[in-house]
T-cell receptor, first 113, second 110 residues
């Protein structure tokens, strides 16, 4: 069965430090891959997505993600976090033959001043 | 700007009440989705609809039903609310290439 794993439930980083959030998926073929962010009290906002082509994807708010087929991973990175990045981040996959998206359980990011 | 409107941000209901959560989209998408979000469980798909009057069960449909009479409107119905349905409910529209989410309805069932 398809699945998405975000191994870190909580991550705490200092403001200005670099960030990497991990995501692994289990699926036979390369699905569509996404990262969404949810700020407190808000709905989900799309940060970036990967369908094909260049494996390094740029998104909004200074985020990027790298698709690694050999590791079935799609990790999210940011070189320098800001206090406003504190939120919950969801990795998601969509099988190419399906309109449904499968979400990971989320990683909550805390920022230390 | 893409708009997904959910009828209420916060809702308090009593056990056994019938509850309607409404979602309206402005992009003429065929697909609409209802998710519930619980801490540590992420988003779980309750139902989705791929056209007017068409629906399909998601991963956790028990205790819920849906209605799609018009393309822009997708309603989630709790026939008889129970305390274990206390949760955040998120509506979305779109498809495999992206989904647009509403702000969510936080439902408390007492």
């Amino acid at each position: 069965a398809q699945s998405v794993t975000q191994p870190d439930i909580h991550i705490t980083v200092s403001e200005g430090a670099s960030l990497e959030l991990r995501c692994n998926y289990s699926y036979g073929a390369t699905p569509y891959l996404f990262w969404y962010v949810q700020s407190p009290g808000q709905g989900l906002q799309l940060l970036l997505k990967y369908f094909s082509g260049d494996t390094l994807v740029q998104g909004i708010k200074g985020f990027e993600a790298e698709f690694k087929r050999s590791q079935s991973s799609f990790n999210l990175r940011k070189p320098s976090v800001h206090w406003s990045d504190a939120a919950e981040y969801f990795c998601a996959v969509a099988p190419r033959r399906d309109d449904k998206i499968i979400f990971g359980k989320g990683t909550r990011l805390h920022i230390l001043p | 700007d893409v708009k997904v409107t959910q009828s209420s941000r916060y809702l308090v209901k009593r056990t056994g009440e019938k509850v309607f959560l409404e979602c309206v989209q402005d992009m003429d998408h065929e697909n609409m989705f209802w998710y519930r979000q619980d801490p540590g469980l992420g988003l779980r798909l309750i139902y989705f609809s791929y056209d007017v009057k068409m629906k399909e069960k998601g991963d956790i449909p028990e205790g819920y039903s849906v209605s799609r009479e018009k393309k822009e409107r997708f309603s989630l119905i709790l026939e008889s609310a129970s305390t274990n349905q206390t949760s955040m409910y998120l509506c979305a529209h779109g498809g495999r290439e992206t989904q647009y989410f509403g702000p969510g309805t936080r439902l408390l069932v007492l």
